[in-house]
């Protein structure tokens, strides 16, 4: 059984920063790769981001390229996503997801095998 525990959410104006953060247990981290989604009200969930097992490869949503970054640590069992210069259209629920997958860095939620619970972040303009 894995599980991911995400973190770091909360409140930021317009243009600010936050890093989340998304711990994983349960199994050998370096065996998936990790993406980050995000689902707002009445929408969808979408793909944010992805990293492959050795973080030599990254994947971004067009909406948060030259924003955003992805990185995972594994000594550590976490990935994490940093948030520059954010938008009220990033308002959402983040969630961290592994994909057995661990040599790609895929945008298809499909492809996920495990969800963590998610984390609010909300950007006040």
């Known amino acids: 059984q894995v599980q991911l525990v995400e973190s770091g959410g909360g409140l930021v104006q317009a243009g600010g920063s936050l890093r989340l953060s998304c711990a994983v247990s349960?199994?050998?981290?370096?065996?998936?790769?990790m993406g980050w989604f995000r689902q707002a009200p009445g929408k969808e969930r979408e793909f944010v981001a992805a990293?492959?097992?050795?973080?030599?490869?990254?994947n971004f949503a067009d909406s948060v390229k030259g924003r955003f970054t992805i990185s995972r640590d594994n000594s550590k069992n976490t990935v994490y996503l940093q948030m520059n210069s954010l938008k009220p259209e990033d308002t959402a629920v983040y969630y961290c997801?592994?994909?057995?997958?661990?040599?790609?860095?895929?945008?298809?939620?499909?492809?996920?095998?495990?969800w963590g619970q998610g984390t609010q972040v909300t950007v006040s303009s």
């Open positions: 997801a592994a994909d057995v997958a661990r040599y790609l860095a895929r945008s298809d939620l499909k492809g996920y095998e495990y």
């Open positions: 990293i492959n097992w050795s973080g030599g490869i990254t």
């Open positions: 349960g199994r050998t981290f370096s065996y998936y790769a």
